[in-house]
């Protein structure tokens, strides 16, 4: 499977982003998806996560409130709409599929199985 993000870019603090992740040669409808994030020099940082049902979704503190995550089956699609965003918030995000069918979410990046190559977000004050 080959998961790519888009949707990344430059934006105003206080603005709005959406990141899209799509995927190809597998389908995602019964698979947890999360979302992470990464500046330099740091650890991989959990974002959100979505049950493969798409009923129940996780978020770090850090973001609740403002991000909202996403899947469309039908369009073998993981969203994640970013709003009231940060100068904290700048980070290179990726997309991850974790193989497993037991219909929970994951908040560790090691619950993971693939990943997508990166999108970068930056956040101007």
């Known amino acids: 499977v080959q998961l790519v993000e888009h949707g990344g870019g430059l934006v105003q603090a206080g603005g709005s982003l959406s990141l899209t992740c799509a995927a190809s040669?597998?389908?995602?409808?019964?698979?947890?998806m999360g979302w992470f994030r990464q500046t330099p020099g740091k650890a991989r940082e959990f974002v959100a996560a979505i049950t493969w049902s798409g009923k129940a979704t996780l978020y770090a503190d850090s973001v609740k409130g403002r991000f909202i995550v996403s899947r469309d089956d039908a369009k073998n699609t993981v969203s994640l709409q970013m709003s009231s965003l940060k100068p904290d918030d700048a980070a290179f995000y990726y997309c991850?599929?974790?193989?497993?069918?037991?219909?929970?979410?994951?908040?560790?990046?090691?619950?993971?199985?693939?990943w997508g190559q990166g999108m970068e977000v930056t956040v101007s004050a």
């Open positions: 040669g597998h389908p995602l409808g019964h698979y947890a």
């Open positions: 991850a599929v974790r193989w497993g069918t037991d219909g929970y979410y994951y908040e560790g990046d090691y619950e993971y199985d693939d």
